[in-house]
């Protein structure tokens, strides 16, 4: 009989926490793995929302977020700190998604231990590196020397084919947010308590159509953030709305969005939502104004358009599947195109009926069948 596989999977942040938790609970239970799992910390409070829920205790946290970080700082901490739990566990593969600064410093410790590392969520390209700014270089690095890509589309393998990276480590296997997606709304089946704190919102919003709103991505800061306020101000004149926005825990965000939003009637301002909640809300929602990736890919599953507000996305799928639209940051666009999806129920129900591109709710037990190999 092979000795289990030891598979250490290092992440940091709220999305790669939601993203890989499937995963987590999947190689915990195959007695072909022994699973290992190192958090940074790179995110606190809001990794710890989804560590809770998801029943996730980590055998490393290296703790290591500090307010406002700076990239570098950051990266130079994650790869110290990842490098000492490497040196002492010896893993036989390690696991990153996405493309953040933990995912990338965790995957070039790997590399310079010589360990394989196994991309979750590879591919994905803007062909910017300043949009998403630095997470399109952050992937890039990764995925040129990770030994499994597991790709979240077609279009996301052909992306690495195109980069000269070996087509047979490369496999399609659907997005595991749509796992993640699929466990938790059964949990709140099962629990409806777990999400019921925006009932007194819901009964203040009642009558009104409710956007639901995330911003948060750095290259937003200043001008982008201030028109994306801005919009929101706008929009939120119209006595048929509502807004819910929980705001993220950057100190550049809230600084913004306080100052622009607070005190506006129809606006909830609100703290990150942990995962149940923000499901939730995808639920109650008629539609998601959002910068973030994860959501350009949860809120099509359960029907809700999604205008992006960027000015590219690395996540094309679901503009060409019209499950979603990119809107940019300009301030009368976010406007004009947000009143579209009220005013023009035709707009709207092309979007909410669209098929979802990002997976079947299936990605995890392909990988895991893939990590077993
Ligand atoms: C990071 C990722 C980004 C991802 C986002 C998800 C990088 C470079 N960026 O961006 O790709 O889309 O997470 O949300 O990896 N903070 C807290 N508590 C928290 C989380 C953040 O106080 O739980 C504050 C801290 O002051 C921290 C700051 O937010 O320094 C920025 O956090 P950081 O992880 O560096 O950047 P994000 O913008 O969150
Ligand atoms: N999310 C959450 N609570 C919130 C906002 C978002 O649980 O208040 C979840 C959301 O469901 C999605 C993920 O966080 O799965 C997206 O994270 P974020 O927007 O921070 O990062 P990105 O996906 O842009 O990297």
Same mark, same amino acid.
Request: proline share 6%; glycine share 6%; aromatic share 4%.
């Given at each position: 009989?092979?000795?289990?596989?030891?598979?250490?999977?290092?992440?940091?942040?709220?999305?790669?926490?939601?993203?890989?938790?499937?995963?987590?609970?999947?190689?915990?239970?195959?007695?072909?793995?022994?699973?290992?799992?190192?958090?940074?910390?790179?995110?606190?409070?809001?990794?710890?929302?989804?560590?809770?829920?998801?029943?996730?205790?980590?055998?490393?946290?290296?703790?290591?977020?500090?307010?406002?970080?700076?990239?570098?700082?950051? @990266? $130079?901490?994650?790869?110290? /700190?990842?490098?000492?739990?490497?040196? =002492?566990?010896? &893993?036989?593969?390690? *696991?990153?998604? #996405?493309? @953040? $600064?933990?995912?990338?410093? /965790?995957?070039?410790?790997?590399?310079? =231990?010589?360990? &394989?590392?196994?991309? *979750?969520?590879? #591919?994905?390209?803007?062909?910017?590196?300043?949009?998403?700014?630095?997470?399109?270089?952050?992937?890039?690095?990764?995925?040129?020397?990770?030994?499994?890509?597991?790709?979240?589309?077609?279009?996301?393998?052909?992306?690495?084919?195109?980069?000269?990276?070996?087509?047979?480590?490369?496999?399609?296997?659907?997005?595991?947010?749509?796992?993640?997606?699929?466990?938790?709304?059964?949990?709140?089946?099962?629990?409806?308590?777990?999400?019921?704190?925006?009932?007194?919102?819901?009964?203040?919003?009642?009558?009104?159509?409710?956007?639901?709103?995330?911003?948060?991505?750095?290259?937003?800061?200043?001008?982008?953030?201030?028109?994306?306020?801005?919009?929101?101000?706008?929009?939120?004149?119209?006595?048929?709305?509502?807004?819910?926005?929980?705001?993220?825990?950057?100190?550049?965000?809230?600084?913004?969005?306080?100052?622009?939003?607070?005190?506006?009637?129809?606006?909830?301002?609100?703290?990150?939502?942990?995962?149940?909640?923000?499901?939730?809300?995808?639920?109650?929602?008629?539609?998601?104004?959002?910068?973030?990736?994860?959501?350009?890919?949860?809120?099509?599953?359960?029907?809700?358009?999604?205008?992006?507000?960027?000015?590219?996305?690395?996540?094309?799928?679901?503009?060409?599947?019209?499950?979603?639209?990119?809107?940019?940051?300009?301030?009368?666009?976010?406007?004009?195109?947000?009143?579209?999806?009220?005013?023009?129920?035709?707009?709207?129900?092309?979007?909410?009926?669209?098929?979802?591109?990002?997976?079947?709710?299936?990605?995890?037990?392909?990988?895991?069948?893939?990590?077993?190999?």
């Amino acid at each position: 009989m092979t000795a289990p596989r030891k598979i250490l999977t290092v992440f940091g942040t709220r999305p790669e926490a939601i993203k890989l938790f499937p995963l987590i609970h999947a190689l915990e239970r195959d007695e072909r793995f022994v699973s290992r799992v190192c958090v940074s910390g790179q995110h606190r409070g809001m990794l710890d929302q989804v560590l809770e829920i998801a029943s996730v205790a980590p055998d490393h946290d290296l703790d290591l977020m500090q307010p406002d970080q700076t990239l570098d700082a950051l @990266t $130079a901490r994650l790869l110290t /700190g990842i490098g000492q739990v490497l040196d =002492r566990d010896r &893993p036989d593969v390690v *696991v990153v998604q #996405g493309d @953040t $600064a933990t995912a990338m410093a /965790g995957a070039l410790a790997a590399y310079y =231990r010589k360990i &394989p590392v196994a991309h *979750v969520e590879a #591919g994905l390209r803007s062909g910017d590196i300043h949009h998403p700014w630095p997470e399109e270089v952050n992937r890039k690095v990764i995925g040129s020397f990770a030994a499994l890509h597991f790709a979240p589309t077609a279009t996301a393998a052909e992306a690495l084919r195109c980069e000269n990276v070996d087509p047979a480590a490369i496999h399609v296997t659907g997005n595991t947010v749509i796992d993640a997606l699929h466990w938790i709304t059964d949990r709140i089946a099962d629990e409806p308590s777990l999400a019921n704190d925006l009932v007194p919102l819901e009964q203040r919003f009642a009558g009104r159509r409710i956007i639901g709103m995330t911003s948060h991505r750095r290259e937003n800061f200043g001008q982008g953030m201030e028109a994306i306020a801005a919009a929101v101000a706008r929009l939120a004149a119209r006595p048929d709305i509502a807004v819910i926005f929980p705001v993220h825990l950057n100190p550049n965000v809230r600084a913004v969005m306080n100052e622009r939003l607070a005190g506006l009637d129809n606006v909830a301002l609100i703290e990150p939502l942990d995962y149940p909640h923000f499901a939730r809300l995808l639920d109650i929602a008629h539609l998601m104004l959002t910068d973030s990736g994860g959501v350009q890919e949860e809120a099509p599953a359960l029907g809700k358009p999604v205008l992006v507000m960027r000015e590219t996305t690395e996540r094309p799928e679901g503009v060409e599947a019209g499950t979603a639209k990119l809107v940019g940051t300009d301030a009368d666009c976010i406007v004009a195109e947000t009143e579209r999806l009220l005013d023009d129920p035709a707009a709207y129900d092309a979007m909410a009926h669209a098929h979802n591109p990002f997976g079947d709710g299936q990605a995890t037990q392909r990988i895991v069948e893939l990590l077993a190999l």
